[in-house]
């Protein structure tokens, strides 16, 4: 029975059509677009930025977009290809949207990568390498009005958790591909890579501790909840440290003078603002979340904190939209209109079935009838013979 016979599910499907359409639309954009208007109520540093003195450039916060583990996907470990096709690129033009939203938003000064830029960075070939750059580059795209852009190597990059040796070769190549700043320093704040992988391949003594400059660690792996840098942390006494690697949002909170965290909490609440003072015995180590959904996190975002020449500080997490359920969405949506396109053929296939099954009862039973006529002649015959 053709579909059009069926008034009521021809209209019902324009209604899904149209449904899906909106879908669409509010996936793809809108859904980024609300989230960018929440990320404007925040007004992180707002206050700071109008009541500073232009004149004087000391005066102005700084603002710093901060991005932890991308981790931007290829097909070298992607699995079920060509699936694998859809899924990373799904994922990797979801960052770049939310990122160049987060840009437009936040307008930041410096924009600071926490390692961890490539799923595949420390395994792929030279080649490879190469062209995962490339891509990367162009999802995460710096605009010429940022000052300063740092790239920090995570072991996704460059090797160093489980059998993927971290290797020499390896964290030049990133730094090749990703070079570090010769000058860390923005106006005031002065930016401090702090990492197993950059050891002995920077030089970051000059940076710490100078008059009148902010001094902010940077690492990939968190610092104060471990022992492994309290050495360099009781010999530094940073304020300030920016991490990742976890894939979630956290504050630690520790002494100066003890070098580890004594109290942590999850800074997973929307609209959130975090403020303190970074002139005080506290040590503050944030965690900032991954941007990319796959990573298996509910919540994933890009931090961004305002600090000025006083001290201040203010940070708030900008969250993306839950991709997952926008995804759920499309699947539950195409998955009824699939039923619905087959529905007008389930009689016809119901009623195919039921004749080949009757076509085969018939001739087994016609068959089976022959076979008992057949061996009745033959009892008959043997009877006859008796």
């Not at 595949?120 to 710096?142: P, T």
């Not at 900032?288 to 996190?297: A, D, F, S």
């Not at 940070?315 to 039923?339: E, H, I, K």
């Not at 076509?359 to 009838?369: F, K, P, T, Y």
Request: charge should be positive; hydrophobic fraction near 45%; glycine fraction near 6%.
């Amino acid at each position: 029975m053709p579909l059009l016979k069926f008034s009521w599910l021809r209209h019902l499907m324009k209604v899904l059509l149209l449904t899906l359409a909106a879908v669409v639309i509010y996936n793809e954009w809108l859904a980024l677009r609300l989230a960018s208007q929440s990320w404007e109520s925040m007004a992180i540093g707002e206050a700071k930025l109008a009541s500073a003195d232009a004149t004087h450039p000391k005066s102005v916060p700084v603002r710093v977009l901060l991005v932890a583990d991308p981790q931007m996907l290829s097909t070298l470990s992607e699995p079920y290809y060509p699936l694998s096709l859809f899924a990373v690129w799904d994922a990797n033009n979801f960052m770049k949207k939310g990122f160049e939203a987060a840009i437009r938003t936040a307008k930041p000064d410096v924009v600071i990568f926490l390692g961890d830029l490539l799923n595949d960075g420390s395994i792929a070939s030279d080649a490879a390498f190469e062209v995962m750059k490339n891509d990367f580059l162009n999802a995460f795209a710096v605009p010429d009005s940022v000052k300063l852009s740092i790239y920090l190597p995570g072991d996704n990059d460059v090797g160093g958790e489980g059998k993927d040796l971290l290797t020499d070769a390896k964290i030049e190549r990133f730094l090749r591909a990703f070079p570090l700043p010769s000058d860390l320093r923005y106006l005031f704040l002065q930016a401090v890579p702090v990492s197993n992988e950059l050891d002995g391949h920077i030089s970051t003594q000059a940076a710490v501790q100078q008059p009148g400059v902010i001094s902010i660690l940077l690492s990939h792996v968190p610092l104060l909840p471990g022992t492994t840098h309290r050495k360099k942390l009781l010999a530094e006494k940073p304020s300030l440290i920016f991490s990742g690697h976890f894939h979630e949002s956290f504050h630690f909170l520790g002494e100066k003078s003890k070098g580890h965290a004594s109290s942590f909490w999850a800074f997973t609440e929307p609209n959130t603002v975090l403020n303190f003072s970074l002139f005080s015995k506290e040590m503050h180590e944030i965690l900032v979340p991954t941007c990319n959904y796959r990573m298996g996190k509910k919540s994933y975002g890009f931090g961004l904190a305002v600090i000025d020449s006083k001290g201040w500080l203010e940070y708030g997490v900008y969250w993306l939209p839950s991709r997952f359920w926008q995804l759920q969405l499309y699947c539950g949506l195409l998955g009824v209109m699939v039923l619905l396109l087959l529905l007008p053929h389930v009689p016809r296939l119901f009623y195919t079935v039921y004749c080949y099954t009757r076509r085969v009862c018939g001739s087994q039973v016609q068959e089976n009838q022959a076979r008992l006529s057949q061996a009745k002649k033959g009892y008959v015959k043997l009877v006859s013979f008796h």
